[in-house]
């Protein structure tokens, strides 16, 4: 799967990706981001569009795509 990942020592917090995609993107108790539904292959097209909008707005490249096993 195609797996969804925020680094946390990126992140500042900013609440960008939540607000474009929050099925996706929720600001923890700690104040930065993470990814709550973090496979991106079984999201909606319309979902998977707002998240690769996530991914390039975020002012600090915190968002990524991986490939893993699972
Ligand atoms: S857009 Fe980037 S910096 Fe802002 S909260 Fe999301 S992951 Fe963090």
Redesign the pocket.
Known sequence: MEKIC??KD?????????S?EPDV?E?GDDG??EAIKDNYDKLSDEVKENVDD?IA???????STKETEE
Do not use: H, R, Y
């Not at 707005?57 to 968002?63: D, H, L, Q, R």
């Open positions: 925020v680094d990126k992140c500042i917090g900013c609440g960008a990706c939540e474009l993107f600001l930065f981001a996530a707005n975020c002012p600090t490249s915190a968002i």
